[in-house]
């Protein structure tokens, strides 16, 4: 096994650690709700709601469930990424015998593919959810056999560049997300590194937020800047009626471009000035 | 033979403060040397830098031969204060985390180790005490194999059993070629296990000597480090 | 066992295997202890162990079997030689001390003589 496929093994384990915890409380907290919403608990009497029935048990339990799954997805999008950085700086972590580009590159894949390990998991109780709701529940069925109709099937190529090009786009803004929030941690750090020592502890938190601060407003008038004056200018004379289709190589092209800068940016900072802390955590 | 370190003309800077100038030392193979200065002195650095997880350094580091980063932290073995680990985290999971990270890691050498340190597996990181955590520390540090290994302050704040089980486990388990760096800012307690001594001071190595030699002169080890500091506040 | 810190180490650690062969805790012709177990036992590094075993081997007190170890020489000549080597090294201590003290030599033998009687009716 590479050095690289160890490390990534590593990340892998330590960021997946309580997925299957969230996601047993998950089920039964939707299991809860669904049934605090549909039956009345007054005087241990269990008795139906009946303002709320229009709906079986089972798909409203599947509806709280997609809910739920929906909010933890969105916060393990943001909160990966930012609890990632933690290894970046963990001297226990850093001492992997692979190069810091490398060390990043498995760190920030990792990340992604716990991410997407996440939905998978999601997405696996609700396939049973729903399983258990078309033999369960007759309405069910039926709304489910509405909907197949429903759906014509009609894949011309239009569609299907709009498809993948909407994946590469959402996987490009998830490693950008990824990439700035890195971005932003090394390159703060790596200033407050060069700040004289005897500037007290206060002061240097108040300059680390500034100078993350900076870095964000820098970042964006470089992004208007290159995309509205260079590549704009660009795709403008190739004359693209302006809709999502024809819009959507041009996003793809200016997010990998990005993207590209800011992992560059990252590996030399990693390499060359973001250092393991000395202290705890 | 490469040696395991060597190291010529190493500035580091931080916080516009130097810390380490114009540092060379080399090691030979097969040596157990003591990294020796006061508090502050800058021996964590230094065994940061020759790890590779302290930055923006200049000069050159080579360890067993090899200056890429990636290659010395494969040659190496340092102390590290798990600090990446939740305090809940169990010895079992520790070990497997080493287990899966580093291809040179020896499971049965670090039974046996964990066995002679006298540590149950089940123990949380909450639960061990200094020594405890010290002696699980060197246990993982020894179960790699590796040219260098780096013992930062081992021996700080445990109490001399503690002190004396880790002593014999460098003894019992150092590969014959091997050669272990071991910091310090008191020589009493391990000078007699010592090949080298070399003293950090004014940021820099300013004396590299042979235990032997020192006691040829009829002098202990400890005297002769305490005069480099003694002769400071002299001055 | 303490090792004075500011003698060679290697130098103590063939007075200590002198010893244990004189006592006879090391018998001659039988095998010493491995120069790790000696550098544990010792507490001592193993390279300090493996010179002073060296220059055992050459005065010939030990010997060398090929991928065994290392041996008590069975030289009964050589033994005694070197049992009177430390004998007389521990009086010239002796002695050194008490003429320090002032105790020229036929008072040396006097107090030793009167000393050991009152040493032996204590038994």
């Known amino acids: 096994m590479s050095e690289f496929n160890r490390l990534f093994n590593s990340f892998f384990k330590t960021k997946t650690k309580n997925f299957y915890i969230i996601i047993l409380f998950q089920l039964i907290a939707a299991l809860v709700i669904t049934f605090f919403s549909y039956f009345n608990v007054a005087n241990w009497q269990i008795t139906r709601n009946t303002e709320n029935n229009g709906a079986g048990f089972v798909p409203e339990w599947l509806l709280i469930f997609g809910i739920l799954a929906f909010l933890l997805i969105s916060f393990i999008l943001i909160y990966t990424p930012i609890h990632s950085e933690r290894y970046n700086r963990s001297q226990t972590w850093r001492l992997a015998a692979i190069s810091d580009g490398q060390f990043y590159l498995a760190n920030v894949l990792s990340t992604f593919v716990v991410f997407i390990y996440f939905i998978v998991l999601e997405i696996i109780p609700a396939i049973v959810l729903a399983f258990l709701a078309y033999f369960i529940d007759k309405p069910f069925q039926q709304g489910f056999h509405e909907l197949l109709q429903a759906i014509h099937p009609s894949f011309d190529t239009r569609v299907f560049f709009i498809v993948i090009g909407t994946i590469m786009l959402a996987i490009l803004s ?108 | 033979m490469t040696n395991p370190l060597e190291i010529t003309d190493l500035v580091y ?83 497997k985390f080493y287990q899966i990270l580093y291809q040179d890691f020896n499971l049965k050498q670090f039974e046996q180790l964990r066995d002679f340190m006298n540590l149950k597996p089940d123990l949380r990181l909450s639960e061990l005490s200094k020594g405890m955590k010290e002696k699980l520390v060197i246990a993982l540090t020894f179960s790699r194999r590796a040219d260098l290994y780096l013992l ?18 460098i003894i019992l388990w150092k590969q014959e070629k091997s050669t272990i760096l071991i910091s310090d800012h008191f020589v009493n307690e391990i000078a007699a296990v010592l090949d080298e001594v070399v003293i950090i001071k004014n940021k820099t190595v300013c004396m590299q000597k042979s235990t032997e030699a020192i006691r040829a002169d009829n002098q202990s080890v400890e005297e002769f480090y305490e005069s480099f500091y003694q002769r400071e506040e002299e001055e | 066992m303490e090792f004075k810190d500011n003698i060679p180490i290697y130098l103590q650690i063939k007075q200590y295997l ?63 030689k070197t ?12 002695v050194h001390s008490m003429n320090s003290l002032g105790v020229s030599d036929e008072q040396i033998l006097k107090s030793l003589s009167e000393y050991l009687k009152e040493e032996h009716s204590d038994d």
């Open chain 1, 174 to 281: 998830c490693f950008f997300l990824y990439f700035i929030i890195s971005f932003l941690n090394f390159a703060s750090q790596a200033i407050i590194d060069f700040v004289p020592a005897n500037v007290n502890g206060a002061i240097t938190k108040i300059l680390h937020i500034f100078i993350i601060c900076i870095l964000i407003w820098f970042f964006f008038e470089i992004n208007s800047i290159f995309i509205g004056n260079v590549l704009f200018s660009l795709i403008t004379k190739m004359d693209f009626r302006i809709d999502y289709y024809s819009e959507l190589p041009f996003a793809v092209l200016a997010n990998t471009i990005s993207d590209a800068i800011l992992l560059f940016l990252n590996i030399f900072l990693i390499n060359h000035f973001f250092e393991a802390s000395e202290q705890n955590k």
């Open chain 2, 13 to 95: 800077k931080k916080n516009q403060k130097k810390i380490i100038t114009d540092l060379d030392l080399t090691l030979k193979p097969g040596k157990i040397v003591a990294l020796l200065g006061e508090n502050g002195a800058g021996k964590t650095t230094l065994m940061r830098i020759i790890s590779g997880v302290a930055k923006n350094y200049r000069g050159s580091v080579k360890v067993a031969g090899f200056t890429k980063e990636a290659d010395r932290k494969g040659h190496l073995s340092f102390t590290d204060g798990l600090t990446g680990f939740a305090n809940s985290t169990k010895i079992s999971n520790i070990v």
């Open chain 2, 152 to 169: 930062d302050e081992p021996f700080s704040g445990i109490d001399a059993m503690a002190r004396k089980k880790i002593i014999k486990s």
């Open chain 3, 18 to 80: 002198y010893r244990q062969i004189i006592t006879g805790k090391l018998k001659p012709g039988k095998k010493i202890p491995s120069v790790r177990e000696l550098a544990v036992e010792l507490t001592v590094n193993v390279n300090t162990v493996q010179r002073a075993l060296q220059q055992m081997n050459f005065e010939g007190i030990l010997y060398t079997k090929r991928g065994e170890g290392n041996f008590v020489t069975e030289d009964t000549t050589l033994l005694e």
């Open chain 3, 83 to 94: 049992k009177r080597e430390l004998i007389n090294a521990e009086l010239d201590k002796f």
